[in-house]
């Protein structure tokens, strides 16, 4: 099993490298298939609430801990739409919530049927 210390590292660190990606100018616009970007966004902050969660939910709860992961994929957004070579996209929010949400209805879920 994991320690809660490595949830809480590897949880800082992807949350730095999502900060990274998402503010650097993008190279190369091909992609695989049409949403392709979305399926990316909700995958990525699906990850990092599990990260975040498996890291501080027993403190916290998990309507916290998405609430506050839902505020950062905004503010990203909005730091995107800053910039001259980004823009933010109400899509991309919404896929981000789409992963938050997945993973937090599956932890629920599971947290309750451990009980």
Known sequence: MISVAKYQTLFWLCLIGTIFLSLMPVIGGEQLFELQDKVGHSSIYGALFFLCASAYGHRYSLGLLALVLAAFGLSMEV????????????????????????????MAWRRKNND
Not at 80 to 86: E, L
């Open 79 to 106: 730091a995107q739409s800053m910039t001259s070579y980004r823009q933010g996209d109400h899509w991309d929010m919404l896929a981000n919530l789409s992963g938050i949400l997945a993973v937090w209805a599956v």
